[in-house]
């Protein structure tokens, strides 16, 4: 076990990697051992994956609680995140200032003209400056799906979106989510200013250290068939992650750009031992798809068990850009039957829920905003 966590990070020994649901289960045997010899009491604190919060009656017992809990953890090789660690004299509020303020002006707030658009999100734009660590732009577009705006608000609230997908990390499911919602109820999406906006933002990332956040994009240009520049594709396939990579594949195939020579550079990271390289979801990937036909590559990818099996299921981990929503917010719903008729709508809803099975929240709701999107 402790083999494949290393092979999942680059070989690093401390830590685990973030996402896999085995990190999840790793995590909670550690953290409840943890829990165990600190005598964990439910009714006095609460733990949640790897957040702890301790209700205590004095500073000198919360000193204490932390002690503890430090040594506990580095019976482990874990440490505590100091940035992240802190001691509040109560009465204290339980979420975010905010949460509230959003929540209340979207709810009280009725939109006749686009000023009321720009003074919500100038709102929006001062709570975000007030507390960068918080998601504050994605809470503020999840609200907004509660409100289906008339259409000469459209275009507004569509220059909104996209010009705060450069104001906040993490926010792009939420964009596409929007786009695509109005879409469905008859609206056009502005395919140029989306196209400037994922090559800018593709780019930057290139630029940077690679992240989540270029796969989100590279999987805007296939949910919105929108043609990317080759020159992005080649770099992604270049320098990307790779699931970067799988999505840049797939579109470079969708779009027929022309990719057989850097396809070919690709099987230079082929391993010989693939059940553990790191690259095994991109090889996985060109070989279920058929975007490569090579015996070696074939050879090697069903000599694993694993493989044999997902290979005789036909399992391909990137799924259809189209089936994105992981609800239609009751809002929408009317607006969504009145065009395209109840019958396409629960035909959408089915594969909606096909899709993400129990991710989706209760209709109509005000779910909890996720900090990790799946883009596969």
Known sequence: MDQFIRVGQDGQTIGIPVGPDSSFILGELILSAVDKELGFDQRKAIRFYDDYEFGCKSEIEAENI?????????????????????????????????????????????????????????????????????????????????????????????????????????????????????????????????????????????????????????????????????????????????????????????????IKIKLKELMTLLDADIGVSEHWLLFWELYINGWIEDVILRDEILKEGIFEFLSSKNVSFLRSPQIDLLEIPAPFKKRIEEISGAEEFERLNRAIKSTFHDLSSEEGGDSDIDEGPDYF
């Open 66 to 258: 932390l002690d503890r809990l430090e040594n506990l953890l580095s019976n482990f090789e874990l440490e505590l995140n100091h940035e992240k660690t802190r001691l509040v004299k109560g009465p204290s509020e339980l979420e975010g200032y905010w949460t509230q303020i959003i929540k209340d002006f979207t709810e009280r707030k009725r939109i006749r003209n686009n000023e009321d658009l720009i003074d919500i999100f100038n709102l929006a734009s001062r709570l975000a400056l007030d507390n960068e660590s918080d998601f504050v732009f994605k809470y503020f577009i999840r609200r907004m799906r509660m409100t289906v705006l008339n259409k000469d608000r459209w275009d507004t609230w569509q220059n909104i979106l996209l010009s705060s997908a450069f104001s906040e990390f993490g926010n792009l499911r939420e964009i596409y989510e929007q786009l695509d919602l109005y879409g469905r109820i008859g609206y056009s999406v502005n395919c140029k200013s989306l196209y400037n906006l994922l090559v800018a933002k593709a780019e930057a990332e290139l630029r940077g250290s690679s992240s989540s956040e270029l796969s989100w994009l590279l999987f805007g240009f296939l949910k919105f068939n929108i043609k990317p520049p080759k020159e992005l594709i080649i770099k992604v396939i270049d320098t990307g992650d790779d699931i970067s990579r799988i999505i840049a594949i797939k579109l470079a195939i969708v779009n027929k750009i022309g």
